[in-house]
Nanobody, 130 residues
Framework: EVQLVESGGGLVQAGGSLRLSCAAS??????????IGWFRQAPGKEREGVACISSSDLSTYYAASVKGRFTASKEDAKNTVYLQMSSLKPEDTAVYYCAVSDGLYSTGSYCVGAYEHDFWGQGTQVTVSS
């Protein structure tokens, strides 16, 4: 059974930083083609693809709203993907999810929902106060 567990969320003041982690079990990163991403959903808003990365490391997609402030990275040996968030703004407040799929996809297309996301985590709340 594949499980994704997000952690690292919390309450932070505007301008602060947080580092989210998404640890996968039942889904081994090494020697595997995969695409993985961070998504967020705020109350009353549609889900947004924030950052997506693939096992090929050829490119990482960032939503325009977070480019220059967020950095996605992965550690294959730990089956973990990270999202370093800096210069946080109140509008970054949302539940943050990670999702992963077997196969290599365009990271931009994966983030905007052009492909099926095979597995999802339960999410972690990020709240940015002004």
């Amino acid at each position: 059974e594949v499980q994704l567990v997000e952690s690292g969320g919390g309450l932070v003041q505007a301008g602060g930083s947080l580092r989210l982690s998404c640890a996968a079990s039942g889904f081994t990163f090494i020697f595997r083609d995969y695409t993985i991403g961070w998504f967020r959903q705020a109350p009353g808003k549609e889900r947004e693809g924030v950052a997506c990365i693939s096992s090929s490391d050829l490119s990482t997609y960032y939503a325009a709203s977070v480019k220059g402030r967020f950095t996605a990275s992965k550690e294959d040996a730990k089956n973990t993907v990270y999202l370093q968030m800096s210069s946080l703004k109140p509008e970054d407040t949302a539940v943050y999810y990670c999702a992963v799929s077997d196969g290599l996809y365009s990271t931009g297309s994966y983030c905007v929902g052009a492909y099926e996301h095979d597995f999802w985590g339960q999410g972690t709340q990020v709240t940015v106060s002004s």
